[in-house]
């Protein structure tokens, strides 16, 4: 079976991870520092804090933030479900809003008209790699006093109107899992240019420990002394980890422009069937194109996807709208509230994306499709 997504991974990351092994630091050393400084340069901004996944980076995200009870995160469904549920874990409300229609990326619109006086942040993600509608987000976030999250599990390597992905919101997200752009195994990080809110998230990920002697509430204790000011939890990366991952973000650039070809070869291959509505990619924007959602007729989506199953080709779909999850559905949401969103999964099925496809795996997703769209009913 062809997968969806795959890591690439070759000597160089192999080496990275095995002199780090051998090196006396196999977490908290200068790997982690090596990495985190290479993933800010690649953002464009001062802070990046790596932690052990992109659902750690979103729960230091939001604790950043100070959001809790009470408190209200407008964000999409059209997302992996961990987006709302760190949010939820902090104990704030998930307010969800539609999405648009092409792109599939949170809806600046819907996103406002879903904001209360409660409303302390807006989540997009950058849906299949394309940069959410960064200057609408700035903009409500600064007319409605909120923080601009941006889950960018999807896009690391993507621009906007040449600015990176990580220097467009208050804070940045982004995932290293093997599926993911780039990868270190399991892995994340969070990016911002705010050195309050770095400070916070640094201190969340390494269990609020305060070290500084000059931050201490007691610095005369003894040379031994640490002191936790606010609850945090252990979400470091390992030193061997940060290796793979610095050693990956020296190829990025590498697998952004295969993926390109990739989906250039995609949207060639389907241009004249009209049943299929192909990705669609706003002005400015340069995405690494982390998936490739086709959409189909609703009515058959099922049938297509078993058939490409069936074929040898590990589709996915991405994603179930995520208030349709019996967690959200047991709080009291309920399906239809965002029928842009409900419409773009009924019809939606991801193809095989990733740097490792040949031109031969492409063609064969390709026939394999054209054939599932032309018998699968
Ligand atoms: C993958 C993903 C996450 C979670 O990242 P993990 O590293 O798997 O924890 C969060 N949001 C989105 C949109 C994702 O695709």
Redesign the pocket.
């Known amino acids: 079976m062809l997968p969806y997504g795959r890591q690439s991974i070759d000597e160089t990351d192999v080496e990275a991870a095995v002199a780090a092994l051998r090196s006396d630091w196999l977490t908290t050393g200068p790997e982690v520092e090596r990495f985190e400084a290479a993933v800010a340069a690649r953002a464009g901004v001062p802070h990046a804090v790596s932690v052990t996944?992109?659902?750690?980076?979103?729960h230091v995200a939001y604790a950043a933030t100070g959001v809790g009870p009470g408190d209200e995160v407008v964000t999409t469904p059209l997302?992996?479900v961990?987006?709302a549920a760190a949010a939820a874990l902090q104990g704030a409300t998930v307010v969800f809003a539609d999405v648009d229609p092409g792109t599939g990326n949170l809806d600046p619109r819907a996103a406002e008209a879903a904001v209360t006086e409660r409303t302390r942040v807006v989540t997009g993600?950058d849906y299949a790699g394309v940069p959410v509608d960064a200057a609408a987000f700035r903009d409500l976030a600064d007319r409605k006093g909120l923080l601009f999250l941006e889950?960018a599990?999807?896009s690391i390597g993507s621009t906007l109107d040449g600015r990176p992905v990580g220097s467009l919101a208050d804070l940045t997200?982004y995932?290293?899992?093997p599926t993911?752009n780039l990868t270190t195994a399991?892995?994340?990080a969070v990016v911002t240019a705010d050195d309050a809110l770095a400070a916070r998230a640094r201190s969340f990920k390494n269990h609020g420990l305060v070290r500084d002697r000059a931050a201490q509430r007691y610095p005369d204790e003894g040379p031994w002394h640490q002191e936790v000011h606010a609850f945090g939890l252990n979400y470091r990366l390992p030193d061997v980890l940060a290796a793979v991952g610095t050693s990956q973000l020296a190829r990025l650039d590498a697998f952004v422009a295969r993926r390109a070809e990739v989906k250039a070869a995609y949207d060639e291959a389907f241009r004249d069937l009209d049943e299929v509505e192909l990705p669609v990619r706003p002005e400015g924007a340069a995405p690494a194109w982390h998936l490739y959602p086709l959409r189909v007729p609703a009515d058959r989506r099922r049938a297509i996807f078993e058939s490409l199953r069936a074929q040898g080709v590990g589709v996915q779909v991405n994603y179930i709208p995520a208030y349709w999850h019996p967690v959200f559905e047991d709080l009291g949401y309920r399906r239809g509230q965002c029928p842009v969103a409900e419409g773009y999964y009924r019809r939606e099925i991801s193809l095989p994306m990733f740097p490792g496809l040949t031109d031969a795996d492409v063609e064969r997703v390709v026939d394999a499709t054209r054939h599932a769209l032309a018998t699968a009913r």
């Open positions: 996944s992109g659902t750690a980076a979103l997302t992996f961990a987006t993600v889950d599990a999807h997200t995932s290293f899992f993911k399991e892995g994340g």
